[in-house]
């Protein structure tokens, strides 16, 4: 019986979708017919029932089947030209248009989340929600009726709120900015969206980490981008790599997450930072500093970010309360020469007239009246918790398995699998016993590497999550 090939690129659902469709055609399932029920198909293909759900919902928009309760799916009476003819090709247009998709494994883990809420999820980059401040945005709540008028706002970002970060960034960060030259985004990938459609053109060539969380952002394909890679050690990149590859490509921006990298954890140290932005500032190359993790450092020094280093206004920073407080409110920040902040506000007025005012009225009470810093210090000690346990976890249950990186801030291990293991395979090994996590092919890493988050999951999880990957990596080599 045929069975979906898990080392194509091309997603199980639509593979199921093809297949299917293929033996309506061919006559197997005339008009009228009931298909197998969506369990029983994926019992068939040994694949997650989610996966026949996407792939009948994938026929249902191309009017090839229909479903109704009670009565099952049915093939539909396409072929004799009635419905087909009344259906747009849907599948047509979804293949069309210029945004890409999400890589097939971000899809997967969604969809594994989305349908499994008993899943142990070590894959999503987010606080569990104990870590959040719910207590106090309801309480600022209380303590200040929101009294702003409820029309569109400056489109740059509430003007308080932008007046606010500019002291606390100074202050905790040592980044000196104005009012003027920060815009108010939704949170970092609508920064770096912007940054792209209205800063580069098709064909440009950029430069990103490897690996790098850039390189799991579709937008950037999507934007007609020339990826090309610096690699990491220990230390982040070596800023000599990128004289040649300039040399070589001719690259027009540098897109960096030196503090607590993102998969790695890395930390890019004081003298490769200054080689950097003195190397950028010879070559003429702007660099986006994706700055998430910073004021994670769990032992309350954060390092110096580029940008508080920047004497020639090369960086363009990007920061967000996302991973530090609330990834509810939305709210993140870009710090630019006034000139660019003007050219991307004028875009954001295109795209949504800007932010509510709402989210940036409390995170505004937020940040000025203390409660950021007290979460900080709440977070970073619970995250502590957390990653000692993972510690203990790996020590007792995956010693043999998994070599890791001890990160000294962020939210996320990134760990080497020992044995050669098949990414595909493990994903499903992992996910049949309840737990998920990011394989490191993600992040354009070789295989062999996947990141842990020890933040989304409940403190309680972590051993028996851990416990259950241990099983799947047994499975993989059986």
């Known amino acids: 019986m045929w ?18 469709e293929h033996r309506i055609s061919f006559g197997e399932f005339p008009p009228g017919s009931l298909l197998p029920s969506e369990r029983k198909l994926a019992d068939e293909l040994r694949v997650n029932r989610s996966t026949v759900v996407a792939a009948y919902e994938e026929l249902r928009s191309l009017g090839i089947l229909v479903s109704s309760k009670g009565s099952g799916t049915l093939v539909t009476n396409y072929n004799k030209g009635n419905a087909a003819s009344l259906t747009p090709n849907w599948k047509e247009y979804v293949n069309g248009g210029n945004f890409l998709p999400n890589l097939p494994f971000i899809r997967r883990i969604r969809e594994e989340l989305r349908k499994k809420t008993d899943m142990i999820d070590f894959a999503s980059g987010e606080l569990s929600p104990d870590l959040f401040p719910n207590e106090v945005v309801r309480e600022l709540l209380q303590k200040h009726p929101f009294q702003e008028q409820l029309g569109y706002d ?5 003007s308080q709120l932008r007046e ?14 104005t009012e003027s030259s920060i815009l108010i985004t939704s949170g970092s990938q609508q920064s770096l969206y912007l940054i792209l459609q209205c800063l580069l053109n098709p064909g440009d060539a950029v430069a990103i980490e490897d690996p790098s969380y850039c390189y799991s952002l579709p937008m950037f394909q999507s934007a007609g981008l020339r990826l090309f890679r610096l690699p990491l050690d220990e230390h ?25 990298q993102n998969p790695t954890g890395h930390v ?6 200054l080689k950097l932005l003195e190397i950028a500032s010879e070559l003429g190359i702007p660099i986006v500093e994706d700055d998430t993790f910073t004021l994670t450092a769990f032992d309350g020094n954060p390092p110096p970010t580029l940008k508080s280093l920047d004497k020639n206004n090369n960086v363009l920073y990007v ?41 940036q009225w409390i995170a505004n009470h937020f940040i000025k009246e203390g409660h950021l810093d007290r979460q900080i210090q709440f977070l970073r000690e619970e995250l502590v918790k957390k990653r000692d346990e993972f510690i203990r ?14 990160p000294q801030g962020g939210l996320t291990f990134w760990c080497k699998i020992n044995s050669a293991v098949d990414d595909f395979k493990l994903i499903e090994e992992a996910t049949k016993r309840g737990v998920i996590f990011v394989p490191g092919s993600v992040y354009g890493s070789s295989k062999g590497c996947i990141r842990l988050s020890f933040a989304r999951p409940q403190f309680e999880e972590i051993l028996p999550g851990l416990r259950q990957l241990a099983l799947a990596l047994e499975a993989c080599r059986k």
Do not use: C
């Open 236 to 260: 982040g990149i070596d800023p000599k790599e990128l004289i040649a590859l300039y040399r070589k490509h001719k690259i027009r921006m540098i897109f960096l997450n030196p503090n607590f």
């Open 319 to 359: 920061g967000s309360l996302s991973k530090i407080a609330s990834s509810g409110l939305r709210i993140g920040w870009l710090i630019a020469p006034q000139t660019v902040i003007s050219r991307l506000t004028d875009a954001r007025q295109q795209m949504d007239f800007g932010l509510s005012n709402i989210p």
């Open 154 to 158: 400056d489109p740059q970002g509430y």
């Open 164 to 177: 606010t970060l500019v002291s606390f960034l100074e202050h905790h960060l040592h980044i000196h900015s």
């Open 393 to 406: 976890g790996f020590d007792d249950i995956l010693a043999d398995e998994l070599t890791y990186s001890l």
């Open 3 to 20: 069975k979906p090939d898990r080392s194509r690129k091309t997603p199980i659902y639509q593979q199921i979708a093809d297949y299917m």
């Open 268 to 273: 890019m140290p004081l003298d490769r930072k």
